[in-house]
């Protein structure tokens, strides 16, 4: 038996090409073949642009070794590709590296017969190609083609076909498979397939003696330049599912492999040691089918169902969770019951694997207590393959719980496989880098780092009942590099990874496992690279990704320019401002702009993803912001600096720059709303609360109003209680509400200056000016002569009037005259 793993393993020796330095960060379009015969050589063409300092491939799992290198040509190299007997059936990923940079990876697949590649004209049923059995053909379908060829076989012969078209990669290609008899009439054909999706397969039985005529074409009949196929023809047995799907890692496990006629062997399988997701399993012997089938290596055991299980009272019983239930929809209106112990609190999931194993099953699973109440169900769910059950449910109390499980449509049959994991939240570390562009998964998706210089990128990790400082773990390196990023702090959920090369470092690279390992020796949890890219997408639809445990990296030449932070004199405050400088050092013929990308801020930062360094300038800022609740703390920054030159992106990152984060000097609330007319001036008032002494006076402005409002600055120091601003506006002052104000105060530290922003969410009105009441008429009176002045008292301070004080003033002194 074999295994195919689809998580991406291990590496491809390399050779290196003297050529001189044109490109960076090559294009990778195609490679002819799409695929080659295990145990063989083959000689590959790999396509794309900035390909002249080709250095050699990547291949993201074992049994691949480059022999040579035949030509090197500006958008296209030729090597020829060791294939070991016991590399795994199906597809795999490759990579281009060159000297100064690595390619997105594309498919290739390894299959159990040899190459043969079609040959037009092969478009007329009366004059088709002559193939055998135990062959793949390569070819390509164009728009309205039809690709014939003639298969010998004797009565009672299996005929067997399965195209690789879709899952090839280059476009969404629906081919269309068939057998014809020589009336031009179908013995057998295949469309799309619930394992394979457009991508068909099956077999027949040759009823008599004679040739019969096997016909490729686009479903719909078009096709195109990038309609690629391999068609394997043979008398193998392809499976649609296998059960059950999956197994406790370790374990020996009995699997039945079935067809879509209900015809299935069995063989015992010895899994790997490890659980593993995404692995494929495959039977062995001539009769072998090209690719495998989904197997969920897990870290718990199976249940399998027992006849008659078709009603509560006849469940069939499994122990408590975690455990995978399996189970086949036999007949159609089949409803399976399983029973198992659950705690009071305890959150499970549930979810189902059918569609995704390859299975028709459109499964319904509902979970139920021992009176027949509903705890939770799911049709439809389960991620890309939708029609798969995904829930999860809270036991409210110890008993016993049953599942039950059907199709939607009450159909059935000896492949409507399915496979419930029930499983309490187990522990678990996964990390990967986030997409950088929308709608893409590879785009600076390798770690190229510059003979030097430094490469830096982002990983998101997802812990699950797993907490503590942990660790990242690469024992094997390409000569010269080095991973600066040592521990993942319990308290983060990202982190920048940077590398960086030796000037000396021979240009090398290859695919490295990465993982992270507890620093508390009681933890054993190992947490892995889960990097999940497309393999076939057509804007929001993807058909299918690939899963990568390891990062492809290489040494690349010397970039032509380097990056620094320059080290702030001061600390960032919480609810503070600080300016992060970036300078570039560029050769001296090098003068294309820079974009510098800051991937990663700690909590409580936050500040733009990118800046440019123009033209010819060596200079950016980035300006750090801060909330309240900002932890103290050092914090590593690096930047990645990423330029085109006019043939191709370099890539160079800064090294590490310490900034310290510290609690803020002073703070304060929100500003009474000050109100005052067009034109006339008043003071806004800011209650400061002064939170650590500092030495000098800090200057103060509030920020946010327009130009033609002229608000004077204010001095703060250690003791101040409150910072008065004078407003003056002008007839030119907008009229109404100016909000989001805030205080800006840059307090004198050791270094400089630290900005602080206080009073947040502060607002000035200006009011339209009133128009004056219509003057009354005089009132003539008797002169009398003035009574004597008596001595004016000591004026009292005068009292700071709001503008609500203020209007109520000004309508009471109305009311007297």
Same mark, same amino acid.
């Given at each position: ?12 020796? /390399? ?5 001189? *330095? ?5 294009? @990778? ?27 050699? /491939? ?114 969404? @290609? ?56 391999? /068609?394997? !023809? ?94 086949? *929809? ?89 496979? *419930? ?92 496992? *990465? ?7 009681? %933890?054993?949890?190992?947490?892995? /690279?889960?990097?999940? @890219?497309?393999? %076939? ?21 010397? !970039? ?9 004199? %001061? ?247």
């Amino acid at each position: 038996m074999n295994y195919v793993p689809r998580i991406l393993t291990c590496t491809l020796a /390399l050779m290196l090409l003297a050529q001189t *330095i044109h490109a960076a960060y090559p294009e @990778f379009s195609s490679t002819k073949p799409n695929g080659g015969q295990r145990g063989t050589d083959v000689e590959l063409t790999v396509t794309g642009n900035r390909l002249d300092d080709f250095e050699g /491939l990547i291949f993201m799992s074992p049994g691949f070794e480059m022999k040579k290198v035949v030509k090197v040509e500006k958008n296209k190299a030729t090597v020829v590709v060791g294939i070991a007997p016991n590399a795994a059936l199906g597809n795999h990923i490759v990579r281009i590296r060159t000297k100064t940079g690595i390619s997105h990876g594309r498919q290739f697949f390894v299959g159990q017969y040899p190459n043969v590649d079609e040959k037009e004209p092969n478009d007329d049923f009366a004059n088709p190609q002559v193939i055998g059995f135990n062959q793949t053909i390569e070819g390509i379908v164009q728009n309205e083609d039809v690709d014939y060829f003639k298969l010998s076989a004797k009565k009672g012969q299996r005929i067997a076909l399965e195209i690789d078209g879709l899952r090839l990669g280059y476009l969404n @290609f629906d081919p269309y498979i068939a057998v014809l008899d020589k009336d031009r009439f179908e013995v057998g054909s295949s469309d799309d397939t619930i394992l394979h999706r457009q991508d068909g397969y099956f077999s027949v039985i040759a009823p008599e003696d004679g040739d019969y005529t096997v016909m490729v074409r686009e479903s719909s009949y078009r096709g195109g330049g990038n309609s690629f196929y391999r /068609l394997h !023809v043979g008398s193998f047995r392809r499976p649609d599912v296998a059960y059950p799907a999956g197994g406790k890692a370790g374990s020996k496990t009995k699997v039945r492999f079935v067809e879509r006629t209900g015809e299935a062997s069995e063989e015992e399988l010895q899994l790997p040691a490890q659980p593993d997701a995404s692995y494929m399993a495959i039977t062995q012997g001539a009769d072998a089918p090209p690719s495998g089938n989904p197997f969920r290596v897990v870290a718990f055991d199976n249940a399998l169902e027992a006849e008659p299980n078709d009603e509560q009272a006849k469940a069939t019983g499994a122990a408590s969770d975690p455990i995978a239930l399996n189970g086949i *929809i036999e007949k159609p209106g089949d409803i399976d019951w399983f029973k198992l112990a659950l705690k009071k609190g305890q959150k499970v999931d549930v979810q189902t694997f059918a569609q995704s194993v390859g299975s028709p099953l459109d499964s319904v699973v509902n979970v139920y207590n021992e009176k027949g109440g509903s705890l939770g169900g799911n049709d439809d769910g389960g991620g890309r393959r939708r029609l798969d059950s995904k829930f999860s449910v809270n036991i409210p109390a110890d008993g016993s719980y049953f599942v039950r499980v059907t199709d939607h449509l009450e159909r059935g049959g000896p492949s409507f496989v399915y496979r *419930i994991e029930i499983a309490a939240s187990e522990p678990s570390v996964r990390f990967a880098s986030p997409n950088y562009n929308v709608n893409d998964s590879h785009s600076r998706q390798f770690i190229a780092v510059p003979r030097g210089g430094r490469y830096a990128t982002l990983v998101n990790v997802t812990r699950n009942n797993v907490s503590g400082d942990m660790e990242f773990k690469m024992p094997a390196l390409p000569p010269g590099v080095k991973l600066l990023t040592d521990k993942m702090p319990k308290d983060l959920g990202n982190i920048t990874l940077l590398f960086e090369a030796a000037k000396d470092a021979p240009l090398s690279g290859g695919a490295y496992p *990465i993982t992270l390992a507890s620093l508390d020796p009681n %933890v054993k949890v190992t947490g892995y /690279l889960n990097q999940e @890219f497309d393999v %076939v997408r057509s804007g929001n639809t993807i058909y299918y990704t690939e899963v990568a445990e390891q990062l492809p990296v290489a040494v690349v030449e010397e !970039v032509p320019f380097s990056l620094e932070i320059v080290k702030p004199s %001061v600390a960032l405050v919480a609810g503070g401002l600080l300016e992060m400088k970036v300078k570039a050092t560029r050769k001296a013929d090098y003068k294309a702009p820079i974009r510098v990308l800051l991937n990663w801020k700690p909590p409580g930062i936050s500040a733009l993803g990118e800046q440019t360094i123009a033209e010819g300038q060596t200079e950016c800022s980035f300006i750090l912001d801060a909330n309240g609740s900002t932890p103290a703390g050092t914090w590593k920054f690096a930047v990645l600096g990423e330029s085109d030159g006019g043939n191709g992106r370099h890539y160079n990152a800064s090294p590490w720059c310490e900034i310290t984060t510290a609690p803020a000097y002073l703070s304060a609330p929100t500003m009474a709303l000050t109100a005052l007319e067009q034109g006339k001036e008043t003071e806004m008032v800011c209650k400061v609360e002064n939170l650590q002494p500092f030495e000098g006076e800090a200057e103060a402005r509030v920020v946010g109003t327009p130009d033609t409002i002229q608000i004077e600055l204010a001095k703060i120091k250690k003791d101040t209680k409150e910072a008065v601003f004078k407003v003056k506006t002008t007839d030119k002052s907008p009229v109404g509400k100016h909000g989001n104000l805030f205080v800006q105060v840059a307090v004198p530290v050791a270094g400089g200056t630290t900005i602080h922003r206080i009073g947040a969410g502060s607002v000035l009105r200006i009011d339209a000016p009133r128009k004056a009441p219509p003057p009354k008429p005089a009132a003539v009176a008797a002169a009398t002569p003035a009574p004597a002045k008596p001595a004016e008292p000591a004026k009292a301070p005068e009292k700071r009037l709001s503008r609500l004080e203020q209007l109520r003033q000004e309508a009471a002194e109305k009311g007297k005259k």
